[in-house]
């Protein structure tokens, strides 16, 4: 998908001839393969800005799936690009949620995966909405480790509408290109307060993308920008229409996220970027920008693969003592148990969806696969590592929705093979748990289930089906419990029998 395009002010009449002429000597400089040698200036008082771009991180330092991680990403873009941290004609960017994923990243709160993106020199981040997964307090904790700002021109404070400065968040910022200025501005989803948990940004407001964007450009380019960019934690939908409704803004490029997709394509002047999630693939783009007036004269952009990269020593030095820290506290108490919960046993069943739905409260209902639970829960001392005996698949949550209907359709044909938190049978109809009141046939409601199930394994029906616009919250389905477990500070005196008893009454 390598492009070639020629940018020009709107006022100035090119002839025909003059575009053909210009094409032809495009087509010609179009360089179909990326050369491994850094980036030259070639055409006079321009600069080459290369942008190296990921977002839906979640953590996966180590690689998704075994695959190549952060350290090999680090190693081929230093082949491919000639990508050099120190040079300030590179912007690695991502599009947000870089945290929340497993145990490496997670359970340090995103602090391993910070330090990480540090090494790898990235410049800047949307803020997503898995970035208030761990609470404010953390937030601002990790975001203060960053060599790199996180950004949300759309994120407010109620009641008096301020900017979250006090988390560390910054609308835009400047990046001085060797004398050219690029603004790169954040934008966070609007519909973070749905996949998140709500009480963590109960305190602010998200605004419409479009307006964010009017009202901070003019700002940007009063602080000196001579080229703006925008990071947003947006699906490629929704970065589109965002993009062909600020034309008038002349911003060069956006970047998206959160849906887990790929993107690289224009939509009017500007070039659209997502580069899919867990670091499998990245996005690149090469904007030439004329350093006088800010034109973008030429662009080329594509997504590829993680692969093929050599490892990156330093990155791959950081990636191992975080796996050296996660292993030291696999056996670490977390809680303790008076009696054994038998594998595949209601309570056991009961522990795991309830807790989903107390970390995940936006979600009503919660069902899991009885073969997904693999041990007991012994009497004792609970240990990380005994949760993953229990839970020993790499599952995340998903948030579907289903109606009524289909939810008591589906634990009809599923039987005893499943089991449901948020909601209980009395007598042929379901009854949801905080209330007492029937489930309604026609009404529509979050359902948490593991990916999995949602992909039909096993032979289990495929859940996709009832709703393909699942979003995956990137959740651990495991954490939830490990959460709520830590959360009970229970002792020996006093185990945590009771209060899973207790769970979803
Ligand atoms: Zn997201």
Same mark, same amino acid.
């Given at each position: 998908?390598?492009?070639?395009?020629?940018?020009?002010?709107?006022h100035i009449r090119i002839s025909t001839?003059?575009? #053909?002429?210009?094409?032809?000597?495009?087509?010609?400089?179009?360089?179909?393969?990326?050369?491994?040698?850094?980036?030259?200036?070639?055409?006079?008082?321009?600069?080459?800005?290369?942008?190296?771009?990921?977002?839906?991180?979640?953590?996966?330092?180590?690689?998704?799936?075994?695959?190549?991680?952060?350290?090999? #990403?680090?190693?081929?873009? /230093?082949?491919?690009?000639?990508?050099?941290?120190?040079?300030?004609?590179?912007?690695?960017?991502?599009?947000?949620?870089?945290?929340?994923?497993?145990?490496?990243?997670?359970?340090?709160?995103?602090?391993?995966?910070?330090?990480?993106?540090?090494?790898?020199?990235?410049?800047?981040?949307?803020?997503?909405?898995?970035?208030?997964?761990?609470?404010?307090?953390?937030?601002?904790?990790?975001?203060?480790?960053?060599?790199?700002?996180?950004?949300?021109?759309?994120?407010?404070?109620?009641?008096?509408?301020?900017?979250?400065?006090?988390?560390?968040?910054?609308?835009?910022?400047?990046?001085?290109?060797?004398?050219?200025?690029?603004?790169?501005?954040?934008?966070?989803?609007?519909?973070?307060?749905?996949?998140?948990?709500?009480?963590?940004?109960?305190?602010?407001?998200?605004?419409?993308?479009?307006?964010?964007?009017? /009202?901070?450009?003019?700002?940007?380019?009063?602080?000196?920008?001579?080229?703006?960019?925008?990071?947003?934690?947006?699906?490629?939908?929704?970065?589109?229409?965002?993009?062909?409704?600020?034309?008038? #803004?002349?911003?060069?490029?956006?970047?998206?996220?959160?849906?887990?997709?790929?993107?690289?394509?224009?939509?009017?002047?500007?070039?659209?970027?997502?580069?899919?999630?867990?670091?499998?693939?990245?996005?690149?783009?090469?904007?030439?920008?004329?350093?006088?007036?800010?034109?973008?004269?030429?662009?080329?952009?594509?997504?590829?693969?993680?692969?093929?990269?050599?490892?990156?020593?330093?990155?791959?030095?950081?990636?191992?003592?975080?796996?050296?820290?996660?292993?030291?506290?696999?056996?670490?108490?977390?809680?303790?148990?008076?009696?054994?919960?038998?594998?595949?046993?209601?309570?056991?069943?009961?522990?795991?969806?309830?807790?989903?739905?107390?970390?995940?409260?936006?979600?009503?209902?919660?069902?899991?696969?009885?073969?997904?639970?693999?041990?007991?829960?012994?009497?004792?001392?609970?240990?990380?590592?005994?949760?993953?005996?229990?839970?020993?698949?790499?599952?995340?949550?998903?948030?579907?929705?289903?109606?009524?209907?289909?939810?008591?359709?589906?634990?009809?044909?599923?039987?005893?093979?499943?089991?449901?938190?948020?909601?209980?049978?009395?007598?042929?109809?379901?009854? #949801?748990?905080?209330?007492?009141?029937?489930?309604?046939?026609?009404?529509?409601?979050?359902?948490?289930?593991?990916?999995?199930?949602?992909?039909?394994?096993?032979?289990?029906?495929?859940?996709?089906?009832?709703?393909? /616009?699942?979003?995956?919250?990137?959740?651990?389905?495991?954490?939830?419990v490990i959460d709520w477990i830590l959360?009970?500070?229970?002792?020996?005196?006093?185990?945590?029998?009771?209060?899973?008893?207790?769970?979803?009454?």
């Amino acid at each position: 998908m390598n492009t070639a395009y020629s940018r020009h002010k709107r006022h100035i009449r090119i002839s025909t001839f003059m575009l #053909l002429l210009l094409s032809v000597l495009l087509a010609a400089c179009t360089v179909p393969e990326l050369s491994a040698t850094p980036q030259s200036e070639s055409i006079p008082n321009t600069i080459t800005l290369t942008i190296l771009y990921t977002d839906d991180e979640h953590g996966w330092m180590e690689g998704w799936n075994q695959g190549p991680g952060a350290a090999e #990403l680090l190693g081929l873009w /230093q082949a491919q690009f000639g990508y050099d941290p120190a040079d300030p004609r590179f912007l690695v960017l991502s599009g947000g949620d870089n945290w929340t994923g497993p145990a490496i990243s997670t359970w340090f709160k995103g602090e391993s995966m910070v330090e990480v993106m540090n090494a790898m020199g990235y410049d800047a981040s949307a803020v997503g909405n898995h970035e208030f997964d761990f609470g404010l307090e953390n937030m601002q904790h990790t975001v203060s480790l960053a060599d790199f700002p996180y950004l949300a021109a759309n994120m407010r404070t109620k009641p008096h509408e301020q900017l979250p400065a006090n988390l560390g968040i910054q609308p835009y910022t400047l990046i001085d290109v060797n004398g050219l200025r690029v603004g790169i501005i954040g934008l966070a989803n609007l519909r973070t307060p749905q996949v998140t948990n709500p009480a963590n940004v109960q305190a602010f407001d998200f605004t419409p993308y479009v307006e964010a964007l009017q /009202q901070t450009v003019p700002q940007v380019r009063d602080a000196g920008a001579d080229v703006v960019m925008v990071v947003g934690h947006l699906c490629n939908q929704e970065l589109r229409h965002t993009a062909l409704k600020t034309q008038d #803004l002349d911003i060069v490029l956006f970047g998206g996220g959160h849906c887990h997709e790929t993107l690289a394509e224009r939509a009017g002047d500007a070039v659209l970027i997502t580069g899919g999630p867990y670091l499998a693939t990245y996005a690149w783009a090469k904007l030439t920008v004329n350093t006088a007036t800010g034109e973008v004269l030429r662009a080329e952009y594509d997504v590829e693969a993680n692969r093929g990269g050599a490892t990156d020593p330093k990155v791959a030095e950081i990636v191992a003592r975080w796996r050296a820290e996660t292993e030291a506290t696999l056996g670490e108490p977390i809680g303790y148990l008076a009696q054994t919960l038998p594998e595949r046993s209601e309570p056991i069943l009961r522990l795991i969806t309830e807790t989903w739905l107390l970390g995940y409260p936006n979600a009503d209902v919660a069902i899991t696969n009885r073969g997904g639970v693999r041990d007991a829960l012994r009497a004792g001392p609970v240990t990380i590592a005994d949760i993953i005996s229990v839970m020993p698949f790499d599952n995340v949550l998903i948030d579907m929705t289903m109606t009524g209907a289909q939810i008591e359709a589906f634990m009809q044909a599923q039987g005893k093979k499943i089991f449901a938190g948020g909601i209980q049978q009395n007598g042929d109809s379901w009854v #949801l748990n905080p209330t007492g009141e029937p489930l309604r046939r026609d009404a529509v409601y979050h359902v948490l289930v593991n990916d999995y199930m949602y992909a039909g394994g096993g032979s289990y029906q495929k859940l996709a089906e009832y709703d393909p /616009q699942g979003y995956d919250t990137g959740i651990d389905w495991r954490q939830p419990v490990i959460d709520w477990i830590l959360a009970q500070k229970s002792t020996p005196e006093q185990p945590l029998d009771e209060a899973i008893r207790a769970l979803g009454k």
